[in-house]
């Protein structure tokens, strides 16, 4: 199935520590996204990447940031985490068609489940 | 302003029985509507995906149906299992821009009773 990975999958942490959420795909797919999550509500999109060197904000305002330097690694950062950053935050990739495109699927990885104390 | 929304919120059904779970889209325009399966703690998995012109697609147990022009879509799972316990995920896309941009509805709850 999906050869997208996230680490850690569970992280507690406490207030003003900086930390790396990892994400690697094997698939070689250009387009990779990350997404927020709380209980019972919807995804919602924080940061993309259409390849190697492009980053680009998503429509939540987030105190993240991405970068990428190799195609299959898609980390996001939080230089000072808070409590208000506890969520699920799930990585995604896809071909090159698109994110909406009728012939392209959205792999997810299984997420990582932040809390900040 | 494009909007998914999901019903039933929750639902209970016993294991072997049907069920059939609703999306009202208000996306526009409209490219197509995807419904994915996300099992507590992991990330979403693609179940079907429909274009404008498909009014239904099976995968295994799970038959989607589109009705564009009331912008409804339904999801019914047959013969339920108990692995068919998770939460059911109805995403838009639209035609905004050559990349498309996708509207996440807030998922139904399936649990299923043995």
């Known amino acids: 199935e999906a050869d997208i990975y996230q680490t850690p999958r569970y992280l507690v942490i406490g207030t003003g520590k900086k930390i790396t959420l990892e994400c690697s795909q094997t698939?070689?797919?250009?387009?990779m996204y990350w997404y927020q999550q709380d209980p019972g509500m919807e995804l919602h999109l924080i940061h993309y990447?259409?390849?190697?060197?492009?980053?680009e904000k998503g429509d939540l305002s987030s105190e993240s940031t991405v970068s990428r330097i190799r195609t299959e690694h898609f980390p996001l950062t939080l230089e000072s985490a808070r409590p208000s950053h506890t969520s699920q935050y799930l990585c995604?990739?896809?071909?090159?068609?698109?994110?909406?495109?009728?012939?392209?699927?959205?792999?997810f990885g299984s997420g990582t489940q932040l809390s900040v104390l | 302003k494009n909007q998914v929304e999901q019903s039933p919120q929750s639902l209970i059904i016993l294991e072997g029985k049907n069920c059939t779970l609703q999306?009202?889209?208000?996306?526009?325009?409209?490219?197509?509507l995807r419904w994915y399966k996300q099992d507590t703690g992991r990330g979403p998995v693609s179940l079907t995906i429909?274009?404008?012109?498909?009014n239904t697609k099976s995968n295994g147990r799970y038959t989607a149906t589109l009705d564009a022009d009331t912008k409804q879509s339904s999801l019914h799972i047959t013969a339920s299992q108990l692995s068919d316990s998770a939460s059911y995920i109805c995403?838009?896309?639209?035609?905004?821009?050559?990349?498309?941009?996708?509207?996440f509805g807030r998922g139904t709850q399936l649990t299923v009773w043995p």
């Open positions: 995403v838009v896309s639209d035609r905004g821009s050559t990349l498309g941009r996708l509207y």
């Open positions: 698939m070689g797919h250009d387009k």
């Open positions: 995604a990739s896809s071909e090159r068609e698109g994110e909406g495109s009728a012939n392209e699927k959205l792999f």
């Open positions: 999306c009202n889209y208000t996306v526009s325009p409209f490219s197509n």
């Open positions: 429909m274009t404008f012109s498909e």
């Open positions: 990447s259409y390849g190697v060197n492009s980053t």
